[in-house]
């Protein structure tokens, strides 16, 4: 919809917020009345456990063989464990399992054994897949330039064969992290605020050397996955003119790849911003992405993984990380993805930490001076992925709910009720979030003709700190065609038994 001339931006936005808000089928949760009727929605997707996961940067600890880390993997079960994930890929020395000689972007001061053989604990505690994400930028302890790519290749592909010959199959490969900027750069100047740009003074530079890798990797590994780096562009603060024109360097120069990469940890700034202006955030993203990035990747042919999401709290005094609210949105963020079939992994950012990742590290999850945490708990993140990551591994195929009248999220225009439905063997479950402030009563007579039972987890306030079991509340009770969900709560709904089942 095109601006009218005369009218002013403000009162444009304004105009186009009160057509999203009183679009059909979408109303303020205070003027519900009566059930919301519930059905199967469009497009159906296959599905697997592979198309959740989470990235498995851990350069701080604890170890990947620790007994509890594993058991809590094992709880979790991720479909997909990143190694070694993140910003340390591009300066990782997989013999030595740490960083490249030299200091480098992310390094600690104190080494932990992040070896192969250590960190395949955790894949097979998880019973995950390991996406493997090569060092495609610095070697021999420093930035390399096009003339070393065929030794670097050389270097990785036997790494690669290391893994595979250590029982860990090499199915999934990533070519490097977040390329699409000048480099790492905490507040420049930085001296590595420029590695990525040297190693790869362009985008269709990095194209051209990658294609033999991703020929070799074929052939090394067949039936390997391998995904090249690509980014989404929207909603960048000060966006720099090589993330702007990455993909469209990258995609008409690229051979033989079979997705390409992006990432959603997606930003949070404002401390004035309110529950539901947050938490409308992710779906008003999803809009962009797909009319942008996924309609181009389409076009060429290329699946997409999302090889990092979650909330990025810049906020000052982080307000909102490892909140209930940081629970709710990245289950909403899963569910976007999920619903969207051209989108075949999504691994949560990071695995084991602080209150921003999925399990809780130590007692310190929310620093000095926060509330003691439980380690080895699930963090609010850890909660709500687990439990969709739980579904999914009982599914095969998924598809998304429709809502008769969802209620919306204040005047944003993003729905409050978000939802999959997935095919399983003992019948249809649910997968849904409200994140309104209210209840919420669904008909769900369209998909349970006898029956089911609703599993919720909710805490008291969107706001509430999760710092482990005791700060969520959960419910399971049985219906025969209506379920309440309560106020910002994930549940999962379930067929009720059958007799002689």
Not at 73 to 96: I, K
Not at 144 to 167: E, I, S, V
Not at 387 to 408: D, E, K, T, Y
Request: hydrophobic share 45%.
């Amino acid at each position: 919809m095109r601006k009218p001339k005369g009218l002013t931006w403000t009162a444009f936005l304004l105009f186009s917020a009160t057509l999203l808000v009183n679009a059909p089928g979408r109303v303020a949760a205070s003027s519900l009345t009566g059930a919301i009727n519930v059905s199967l929605g469009s497009p159906v997707r296959s599905v697997n456990p592979t198309l959740l996961g989470l990235n498995g940067v851990n350069v701080t600890g604890p170890r990947w063989d620790n007994s509890s880390l594993d058991a809590a993997l094992n709880r979790f079960a991720p479909g997909v464990v990143r190694y070694p994930g993140g910003t340390a890929a591009n300066y990782w020395s997989w013999p030595a399992g740490w960083f490249q000689p030299g200091s480098w972007p992310g390094e600690p001061s104190g080494q932990i054994d992040d070896t192969l053989p250590v960190f395949g604990s955790a894949p097979r505690a998880a019973g995950a897949t390991v996406l493997f994400d090569l060092n495609t930028v610095t070697y021999q302890g420093g930035v390399a330039g096009a003339a070393q790519n065929a030794a670097m290749l050389d270097d990785q592909l036997n790494l690669l064969r290391a893994a595979a010959a250590q029982g860990l199959p090499v199915k999934m490969v990533e070519l490097g992290n977040e390329l699409y900027l000048n480099g790492y750069s905490n507040s420049p100047p930085n001296p590595n605020e420029m590695d990525y740009a040297k190693r790869f003074p362009t985008a269709g530079g990095y194209a051209t050397q990658m294609n033999p890798w991703i020929a070799a990797i074929h052939q090394a590994f067949p039936g390997v996955k391998v995904a090249a780096v690509a980014t989404d562009a929207n909603d960048v603060n000060g966006i720099n003119s090589r993330r702007l024109t990455w993909n469209a360097g990258v995609l008409p120069l690229l051979q033989g790849a079979d997705a390409v990469t992006i990432h959603e940890n997606q930003r949070v700034t404002s401390t004035s911003a309110s529950v539901a202006n947050v938490l409308a955030m992710p779906y008003l993203h999803f809009q962009k992405l797909k009319a942008h990035e996924l309609s181009l990747f389409q076009s060429y042919g290329l699946p997409v993984w999302i090889t990092e999401f979650n909330l990025a709290d810049m906020t000052s005094g982080q307000l909102w990380r490892g909140t209930w609210l940081n629970g709710l949105f990245v289950a909403e963020q899963a569910l976007l993805f999920l619903s969207e079939p051209a989108i075949a992994y999504a691994g949560l950012n990071a695995t084991a930490g602080d209150a921003h990742t999925a399990i809780f590290a130590n007692k310190q999850g929310f620093g000095k001076g926060g509330p003691s945490t439980v380690p080895f708990a699930l963090t609010a993140a850890g909660t709500t992925v687990s439990m969709i990551q739980a579904a999914l591994r009982r599914a095969s195929a998924a598809q998304p709910l429709s809502f008769s009248a969802a209620p919306s999220l204040g005047a944003t225009g993003a729905p409050a009720l978000l939802g999959e439905a997935l095919t399983t063997s003992a019948g249809p479950e649910l997968v849904l979030v409200n994140l309104s402030s209210a209840p919420v009563t669904l008909n769900l007579s369209a998909v349970y003709a006898a029956g089911c039972t609703a599993t919720q987890v909710y805490a008291p306030s969107a706001k509430t700190l999760v710092t482990g079991p005791g700060s969520t509340e959960q419910s399971s009770s049985p219906a025969v065609n209506q379920v309440t969900v309560q106020p910002y709560a994930i549940a999962d709904v379930t067929p009720s038994a059958q007799p002689g089942g």
